[in-house]
């Protein structure tokens, strides 16, 4: 299905109409809400603080205990907040910008991801926690909260063009292929932080940068906590070499050099909050916040990525009637 040349208001994106912007901004805003209370969940160990689903302890309302408290609201922020606002999107998308494809296909998709993640959310409980199935659900829920922000950015700034390279002064400059891969590196990370936590790996090194006073452990655990530790230290280097490149003053707009620069500084936060964490001796609060910032900085660098890949009308990547110049994308 081919996802260009869109005949509605969208295709000049200045003319997208502001409640719609709005509504896509909130979406995408109360989906990073319910990611992070999905860490606490897991981090204060409340995912059987309701032991049945939907219901909880047989009720409409959770017993007045902390658990339960934690993961009923997990609940009702994806119930009564998250799930509507979707579906809202939704029928807005279907209803005013049916033939706009770069809106259509991710609401629809964003809809698909939320019932899985319904689905995923019930079958944890009723199954008592399965690794494999937290770790299913934490995963989609990182893509569902991508998927809001392209609907956000498209309402913003139109469709996407799909050009790996852009050409800078008369030389090709491949930081739109290299951010692409970057992103595809912070998700990795998210999810081998999420094995970490699931295969019980977290408190197997007490020390950082080393563990047990070594670089290779000997034993499972340890290794499977060190191996995350590499994987942040290779995927780390490559995307803050991204991200400077990014930042080079006269090469790219403002816009993109100041996000640059923030998705960076998260990254490197994430990184000192991950190893205080340790010397602290794991404090729920840093763990929390190691988790809420992981979805903060796979967010931020999801955003830049759109923008990269989506030109403002100013920047003269769009004709006279508000359509992309450049290569169409296509699915």
């Known amino acids: 299905m081919a996802l260009a040349e869109p ?33 606490v969940v897991r981090v204060t160990e409340s995912g059987l603080g309701c032991p049945d689903w939907p219901l909880c302890h047989g009720g409409i309302f959770p017993p007045l ?34 033939r706009v494809p770069w809106v259509v296909v991710p609401a629809t998709v964003a809809l698909v991801l939320l019932v899985t993640q319904a689905l995923l959310g019930g079958s944890t409980v009723l199954n008592e926690l399965p690794g ?16 809001l922000i392209l609907l956000a950015v498209v309402a913003f700034r139109g469709p ?23 992103a595809v590196g912070v998700y990795a990370l998210l999810m081998s932080g999420s094995y970490v936590t699931i295969t019980g790996a977290t408190f197997a090194c007490a020390e950082w940068p080393l563990c047990q006073g070594e670089l290779f452990p000997e034993n499972r ?19 803050l070499f991204t991200l400077i490149r990014g930042s080079r003053k006269g090469r790219w707009p403002k816009h993109i050099r100041m996000t640059s620069m923030a998705v960076g500084a998260l990254f490197i936060a994430q990184v000192m909050i ?9 404090p729920q609060e840093f763990r929390a916040l190691h988790l809420g910032a992981g979805t903060a900085v796979w967010g931020s660098i999801t955003l830049l990525t759109l923008l990269i890949f989506t030109p403002s009308p100013s920047s003269g990547a769009y004709s006279s009637s508000g359509q992309a110049n450049e290569e169409p994308a296509h699915a």
């Not at 997208?16 to 209370?37: D, K």
């Not at 494999?132 to 998927?147: K, P, R």
């Open 132 to 147: 494999a199935v937290v770790s299913a659900h934490l995963a989609v829920g990182e893509v569902l909260l991508a998927c």
């Open 160 to 182: 996407l063009v799909t050009t790996l390279s852009r050409s800078i002064g008369g030389r090709k400059d491949r930081f739109p292929l290299l951010i692409l891969a970057a």
């Open 65 to 98: 205990e902390t658990k339960a408290i934690v993961e009923y609201s997990h609940r009702i922020v994806a119930s009564l907040l998250v799930g509507p606002l979707i579906l809202a999107t939704v029928i807005i998308a279907w209803v005013a910008y049916r």
């Open 274 to 282: 991950g190893a205080g964490t340790i010397w602290l001796t794991f």
């Open 7 to 39: 005949k509605t208001l969208l295709a000049n994106p200045g003319r997208a109409l502001p409640w719609f912007r709005g509504l896509t901004l909130a979406t995408a805003i109360s989906a990073f809400a319910l990611v992070i209370l999905g860490g």
């Open 221 to 239: 655990l340890p290794n499977i906590h060190m191996g995350h530790r590499f994987l942040v230290a290779i995927v780390g280097l490559f995307v």
